[in-house]
C-alpha cells in the first residue's frame, strides 16, 4: 500500500481525535463491525431537540477509521440529521477524489485511489448515520 495514503493530515485526524470513549447516559448508541478488516466502532450520541449535543466514539481498527471518527468528533456536534447526511455526502466526495468544503475531509481525498480502503472511512460515518436515523 502507497505511503502516501497516510498523509500527515490523516494521521494528525486519527492521533488527536476529539471525543474518544463512551458518553453515558446517551440518547443513542450504534456499534458497527466491518467483517472484512476487523474494524469495529461505536458513535455514542447525546440530543438536545435535533441536534447532536454531544458524542463520542470508540475505534478498534485501522488508521483510516480512526481518523473518520476524529473527523465526526470535530465536525458532528450541533449538527441536524440533514446535517449528518450532508457531512457524510461530503466524506464520499473525498473518497471520489473531489473536494469537499471542510478541510478535515479534504484529508481523506488521498484514499480514492485506494477503492478496498473506502469502507473504513465510510464505517463510522455510517454509525453515526445510523444513530441519527439517517438514511
Known amino acids: 500500500m502507497s505511503d502516501a495514503l497516510y498523509q500527515d493530515a490523516l494521521l494528525k485526524l486519527a492521533k488527536e481525535a476529539p471525543r474518544r470513549g ?25 440530543m438536545s431537540g435535533p441536534k447532536i449535543a454531544d458524542l463520542a466514539h470508540e475505534v478498534r481498527g485501522c488508521v483510516l477509521c480512526a481518523a473518520a471518527a476524529g473527523a465526526i468528533g470535530r465536525l458532528a456536534v450541533g449538527l441536524d440529521r440533514e446535517g449528518v447526511a450532508r457531512l457524510a455526502a461530503e466524506a464520499d466526495k473525498a473518497l471520489a ?36 436515523g439517517v438514511e
Open 22 to 46: 463512551r458518553l453515558e447516559p446517551n440518547d443513542a448508541s450504534v456499534r458497527l463491525d466491518n467483517p472484512l478488516c476487523g474494524d469495529r466502532v461505536r458513535i455514542d450520541l447525546r
Open 97 to 132: 477524489g473531489d473536494a469537499p468544503e471542510t478541510q478535515e475531509l479534504q484529508a481523506f481525498n488521498p484514499v480514492s485511489r485506494h477503492r478496498s480502503r473506502h469502507d473504513c472511512v465510510r464505517l463510522p460515518f455510517q454509525a453515526l448515520k445510523q444513530a441519527m
